[in-house]
Antibody, heavy 120, light 106 residues
Framework: QLHLQESGPGLVKPSESLSLTCTVS??????????WGWIRQPPGKGLEWIAY???????YTNPSLKTRVATSVDTSKNHFSLRLSSVTAAETAVYFC????????????WGQGTVVTVSS | SYELTQPPSVSVSPGQTASIPCSGD??????VSWYLQRPGQSPFLIIY???KRPSGIPERFSGSNSGHTATLTISATQPVDEADYYC?????????FGGGTSLTVL
């Protein structure tokens, strides 16, 4: 069964970097049918797209975050990762990873999300 | 940057039809998806490419998109449909979400 699972520190200090990994099970991350994305949701607020990445490493990033976002794919571990630098308290949020299907032109499978708190 | 606008809240009586609009410049020229999110849960896809339903999504969920507005319609609304709904579109390889609409069934 297809499953996406986010992992990473739940607490990050302001001005430091947030690093998360999404482990994919039940399908290969190297499929040409999918991109792999990151979306976040601050408490009580809406969804904000961060980035999506193809297994080759090709990445598209939210322009408002572009200078602080780095993404990567590890095909040997079937996972992809996000690094967001210089975080602020306003970036406290639930961070989701999701599969973006070319067939659907949408995010068709989502992880359960992981809470990241930015606080000293 | 491209923006999608949704009303913050919509109310509907059980058994009635709920309509949730999503507006954006020339939105009808883009593919729109809709997601449902219940409290404490991840969003999940209910409509893609304006009006198509993934496997397992009830027929009472439908979508349309024309001009500057996409609309999610929920027929015969049930209490279980009370949730947040988000529209999403693409703008030159970037992803845009609407601000979300909280549907109340009362």
């Amino acid at each position: 069964q297809l499953h996406l699972q986010e992992s990473g520190p739940g607490l990050v200090k302001p001005s430091e970097s947030l690093s998360l990994t999404c482990t994919v099970s039940g399908t290969s991350i190297t499929s040409s049918d999918f991109y792999w994305g990151w979306i976040r949701q601050p408490p009580g607020k809406g969804l904000e797209w961060i980035a999506y990445i193809f297994y080759t490493g090709k990445t598209y990033t939210n322009p408002s975050l572009k200078t602080r976002v780095a993404t990567s794919v590890d095909t040997s571990k079937n996972h992809f990762s996000l690094r967001l630098s210089s975080v602020t308290a306003a970036e406290t949020a639930v961070y989701f990873c999701a599969r973006q299907s070319h067939s659907y032109d949408a995010f068709d499978i989502w992880g359960q999300g992981t809470v990241v708190t930015v606080s000293s | 940057s491209y923006e999608l606008t949704q009303p913050p809240s919509v109310s509907v009586s059980p058994g009635q039809t709920a309509s949730i609009p999503c507006s954006g410049d020339k939105l009808g020229d883009k593919n729109v998806s809709w997601y449902l999110q219940r409290p404490g849960q991840s969003p999940f896809l209910i409509i893609y490419q304006d009006s198509k339903r993934p496997s397992g999504i009830p027929e009472r969920f439908s979508g349309s998109n024309s001009g500057h507005t996409a609309t999610l319609t929920i027929s015969a609304t049930q209490p279980v449909d009370e949730a947040d709904y988000y529209c999403q579109a693409w703008d030159r390889n970037t992803v845009v979400f609407g601000g979300g609409t909280s549907l109340t069934v009362l």
